[in-house]
């Protein structure tokens, strides 16, 4: 199965628990979403609320933790194009070179 993410820990200990229910809820919001088909995946950091507020600080002149923070890379209307692209032999050669 593909992976739809990527988990970081920064200053927390590993927890496969966390893991496994992180990974099965984007799993199910790439199917639903129609975005496993793609190449596209999703990078979740998981830390501490110092480290939080930090990011707040400097990304977003918040001087205090939250629960989350997201930094999208795409904008919606981006999405609905990777969504309904077809691949083309020249993407698919490209995926074959990167592979190599």
């Not at 739809?4 to 893991?19: A, G, V």
């Not at 998981?46 to 507020?53: A, H, V």
């Amino acid at each position: 199965m593909k992976e739809n993410c990527e988990i970081i820990y920064k200053n927390l200990e590993k927890n496969e628990s966390y893991e496994s229910t992180i990974k099965e809820v984007v799993n199910e919001c790439f199917k639903t979403e129609k975005l496993d088909k793609t190449n596209l995946y999703i990078s979740i950091t998981l830390t501490e609320p110092e480290e939080i507020s930090k990011i707040n600080k400097q990304y977003r002149n918040i001087d205090r933790a939250t629960d989350v923070l997201s930094f999208p890379m795409f904008e919606k209307e981006e999405l609905d194009t990777f969504i309904n692209q077809k691949p083309t032999n020249t993407d698919v050669n490209a995926q074959r070179d990167i592979l190599r």
